[in-house]
């Protein structure tokens, strides 16, 4: 199963090179490259950097924080909750050519205080218990079967009073999405449950509701057409290729006909 998760993120090789390039045909002026000049492209989540803005509002870290990334991608969430906030974050993905074009990325954009990126299982976090402050997670937890282990896992790194925040896409009543998705090629590598579930799973980790927004749809009035072919592809699609036009488009749909849902929510550690 983590074979086939990855080989689904990977298919489209090394992408840090990309991403600068990309990043600097957009800079304007002089200077060295930041963080905020590649946020169009290195966010594979809905709303994209707009929604990280959102969840770090949610979350409220402060500065000098220990922050931990679940399913960090390339590291974009990451570096914007570092530039923005202040806090040090620790990424963790699955993905090791997603860890390494992270880690590659981020020492050549210009940060303050700089990600540091973990190649790991989400159920199986490789920290000492109580260790940080906040954690987040987007769009991850779709791929994740045992989803009771990962929430057990974030509440165990969790110190008491820390806090998480989430952002992810879950289960709708409309019946199975239709693929392939930005997340899975098909239905094997797809794990969702209801909202409802999720909850119940997050309050048997011991961690407490504060926060519970339903973003579907908002999402669903953001979300924009496939692109045409006719003209160069923009946001993560300039990075990730023409297949990925057909996952947003699929997206799309999926959340237009209540197949899924988006949701944004804040807990904490009893």
């Known amino acids: ?7 689904h993120y990977s298919q489209r090789g090394r ?25 169009p492209f290195d966010q594979f989540h809905t709303r994209g950097r707009h929604g990280t803005a959102a969840l770090l509002d949610l979350l409220a870290p402060r500065r000098g924080d220990l922050l931990l990334d679940v399913g960090c991608g390339i590291g974009g969430p990451a570096r ?24 590659a990325v981020t020492a050549a954009v210009e940060l303050q205080e700089r990600p540091t990126f973990v190649c790991a299982d989400a159920t199986r976090l490789p920290f000492p218990d109580g260790c940080f402050d906040a954690v987040v997670t987007q769009h991850a937890a779709m791929n994740i079967p045992d ?60 961690l407490r509701e504060l926060a519970w ?13 496939p692109e045409d072919g006719r003209s160069a592809p923009s946001g993560p699609g300039a ?15 999926n959340v237009a006909e209540g197949r899924v849902e988006v949701v944004m929510a804040l807990f904490e550690k009893g």
Not at 1 to 7: G, H, L, N, P, S
Not at 175 to 180: C, I, K, L, Q
Not at 239 to 253: E, I, K, Q, T
């Open 15 to 39: 992408l840090a090179d990309r991403l600068l390039a990309l990043g600097r045909d957009r800079k304007e002026g002089e200077g060295a490259l930041r963080a905020a000049d590649l946020s």
């Open 147 to 206: 989803k009771p282990a990962l929430y057990r896992a974030i509440a165990a790194a969790l110190r008491p009073g820390g806090r998480f925040a989430m952002h992810d896409i879950v289960g709708g009543p409309a019946g199975e999405p239709v693929y392939p998705t930005p997340w899975a090629s098909t239905a094997a590598a797809s794990f969702l449950l209801p909202a409802a579930e999720i909850r119940a799973l997050l309050a048997a980790a011991g």
């Open 239 to 253: 990075l990730l290729g023409p297949d990925f036009a057909v996952m947003s488009a699929n997206l799309a749909r």
């Open 213 to 225: 927004r339903d973003m579907t749809a908002e999402v669903g009035a953001a979300t924009r057409r």
């Open 80 to 103: 914007h909750i570092a530039e923005a906030s202040g806090a040090r974050v620790v990424g963790v993905d699955l993905t090791e050519s997603y860890c390494r074009d992270a880690a």
């Open 1 to 7: 199963m983590e074979a086939r998760i990855t080989d």
